[in-house]
Every structure is written in C-alpha cells, then in structure tokens.
C-alpha cells in the first residue's frame, strides 16, 4: 500500500515537470525579433540566387517555413504600401495607404507597439528609408508618395536606431523646416554614411547612407546592408528589455520590375547575407525570433533551365510589375513553429504580437 503511494507521488511529480516543461515551450517568449522583407523576392528569386550562388545561402538552415497570401483590401495584387500595412498593423488596406485603414484612420504597428511597450526599435532599408516599406512601420499617411509628411512622422515615434537614404526630405522640403536640427533636438546622432556609425555608442541614431535611394550593390552599395544589420542589432541589443528591427532588401522589387534577372540575383544574395547577420546573432542569443518574408513577388520570374555544375540558370518574366502569388515566410527561434502553414499576410503581425506577448 505504502509502495503504492509512493509510485503515485513519483508519478505526479514526473507528470507535472512534464507539464511544467510543456507550458514553458508554448509561452516561452521572443525577447528581440528581427523581421526581414525581401521586396518582391518570390519562391524563385530564392531559387535563382541558390543555383548561382558560390556559397550556400542561409535560406537553407531555416527548418519553419509557410507562406502567405498578399493581397491587399482593395487589389489581388497588393502594392508595397498595402503590402508592408499588412505585414506591420495586421491590416488588409488600400494600395499605396501607409498603415491607415480603408477609411484613412491610422493603424498601430508592430514597431509603435515595441515602442509602447519600452524595447528598444530599428529601421533599415536599402531604399529611402521614407520608401513604403519601412514607411509603414513608423508613419501614417494615405498616399506612400507623401514623402515629406512620412519624413514628419518619423518625428512622431521614439525609434531608437535608422540606416538609409532619404536625407534630402529631411532638409530640402517644401515648407522650408529642417528635420535634422529637429532630430538632433529629439536627442538623435545624425550620421552620414554606415562607416561613421559606432555602435558601441550610447543614444539614439539616425544613420542617412544614401541623399534619396541607395544605389545598387554593385553600383556603390557594396554591403551596407548586411553592415548595417550587424551594427543596428549591437547598438539595440543593449537594450535590457528587447527590441524589433525591421530590415529591408528594397531592391529585389526593382530588379523584378527591370526584368534584370542579375539585379534580382545580387540584391536577393545581399539581402541573404543581412539575414545571415541575424541568424548569427539570434542562434547565439537564444531569445530572438527571426523572421524572413516579402510582401510581393515581382516579375512573375520562372526558371525555364539552367546547369548546377556551371550554375548557369536561363529565366523568363512574365510581367514588370508585382504578381499575386503567395510568398514564402522562414522563422528561426522562440515561436518560429508558429510560421509553418498557409496564411494572410495580417497573419505575421498577429504571430509577432504573440511571440513578443503584446496585448491590444
Ligand atoms: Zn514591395
Ligand atoms: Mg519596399
């Protein structure tokens, strides 16, 4: 009898750590997540870059992997507007709307939850970091070409670290204001040029690489993409409570829209060695989630041949705009076996919220 209760008492105990463990796994929270968006980069893009490429691509260490379908409110085929409003508020809106929904209110995001909530907040692009993408995780506007007004709205966001282009609707503006004097009295370090940002300065910056779009790799930018991720997660990562980063490789869209298949394959092999930097830090920190997406396809790219001994490919565009197809999503760490499954772009705001343990 005793020898009974005795099993039991052993049995409860193993079943609860059991039970204990399984709790742990479910709510066992991102502290950073670093998201990345490939604009325009598709299934074949990806593709494309690992036949050519020399070197394996990080594409190919991530083991949760969905996708999602991106149309936007009002189009099948979303515009990088509508498309980055989904990605960062959870919102289906009109193309060209900068997270504000259909009837032009706006939208909290991901980076002003992060904000709210004391982590710290990143932005890169290789565009003007005033280009759709990164607009809509910090600005509100109905038409993504209100330059000038998303550049106002930077003002508006206690971001703590950006690095791109866009300087000149900064200074050069119609209404004659200079942002850089405001920034500097918002505390910012306004630098010019990723060389001349030190990370393992204090403070907030405002890192200006480019007077409006950066160049491309090959015509100047060289890697100041993957540089930048580098230095922006050293810089955030001092922050004890966590942060969101959101990194863009602008250009693989313009590659797409020139039909110029090396364009897309220098970006889109850029844009993996960003996410190698992020990987790099997230396996060896434990409490990051990272996550790599796109908002669109564009081309409508099909690989028609090719030769993996000379890696040669041979590809066809359909179109020089973007495309409806679903686009893939890869996550790495805390939740990333959230992303596995089919979905709607809104769906990855809602997983961050969860992964960071956000309340509306
Ligand atoms: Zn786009
Ligand atoms: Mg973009």
């Given at each position: ?6 099993i039991?008492?052993?049995?409860v ?21 670093i998201?990345?968006?490939g604009?325009?980069?598709?299934v ?12 394996p691509?990080s ?14 409110a ?6 990088s507007?509508?498309?980055?409003t ?27 939850y992060?904000e ?8 890169i692009s ?14 509100h506007?109905?038409?993504r070409y ?5 550049a ?8 703590d670290v950006?690095?791109?282009?866009g300087?000149?609707q900064f ?8 942002l ?8 910012y370090n306004?630098?010019d ?11 907030k910056?405002?890192?200006f ?5 950066n ?8 890697d100041m ?5 580098e230095?922006?997660i050293?810089s ?11 990194v863009e ?8 829209e ?6 897309v ?14 990987l790099?830090f ?21 690989i ?12 066809e ?14 996550a790495f ?5 959230e ?18 343990g956000?309340?509306?």
């Amino acid at each position: 009898m005793r020898r009974l209760s005795l099993i039991s008492i052993v049995l409860v105990v193993l079943f609860s750590c059991n039970e204990v463990e399984k709790l742990e796994q479910q709510t066992k929270k991102a502290k950073n997540i670093i998201l990345l968006i490939g604009d325009g980069m598709g299934v074949t893009q990806i593709y494309a870059a690992m036949s050519v490429s020399e070197k394996p691509l990080s594409f190919e260490k991530f083991k949760h992997i969905g996708f999602h379908k991106t149309h936007s409110a009002t189009d099948f085929v979303t515009d990088s507007g509508a498309g980055g409003t989904a990605l960062s508020t959870g919102n289906k809106t009109r193309n060209k709307c900068i997270s504000v929904d259909t009837s032009g209110n706006p939208l909290k995001t991901i980076l002003e939850y992060a904000e709210e909530n004391q982590l710290a907040t990143g932005l890169i692009s290789t565009s003007s970091i005033l280009h759709a993408t990164p607009a809509a995780f910090i600005a509100h506007e109905q038409s993504r070409y209100n330059y000038e007004n998303i550049a106002l709205d930077f003002l508006d966001v206690d971001i703590d670290v950006f690095i791109g282009g866009g300087k000149k609707q900064f200074v050069d503006r119609e209404d004659k204001l200079n942002l850089i004097d405001s920034l500097r009295k918002n505390q910012y370090n306004v630098i010019d040029g990723i060389n001349n940002f030190n990370p393992e300065a204090d403070g907030k910056f405002a890192v200006f690489t480019a007077d409006e779009h950066n160049p491309e790799y090959v015509n100047g930018r060289g890697d100041m993409l993957p540089v930048s991720t580098e230095k922006a997660i050293k810089s955030l990562s001092k922050h004890e409570k966590g942060f969101f980063l959101m990194v863009e490789g602008s250009q693989i869209d313009w590659g797409g829209e020139d039909n110029d298949i090396d364009y897309v394959i220098n970006e889109t092999i850029d844009f993996d060695n960003a996410i190698a930097k992020a990987l790099e830090f997230a396996i060896e920190d434990g409490e990051t989630l990272v996550i790599v997406t796109s908002d669109h396809e564009t081309g409508g790219l099909s690989i028609v041949d090719g030769d993996l001994e000379t890696k040669t490919i041979i590809t066809e565009f359909s179109i020089d705009y973007h495309t409806a197809v679903m686009v893939p999503v890869f996550a790495f760490g805390p939740g990333a076996e959230e992303f596995g499954g089919i979905y709607e772009n809104t769906a990855i705001f809602e997983k961050m919220m969860k992964a960071f343990g956000f309340s509306k």
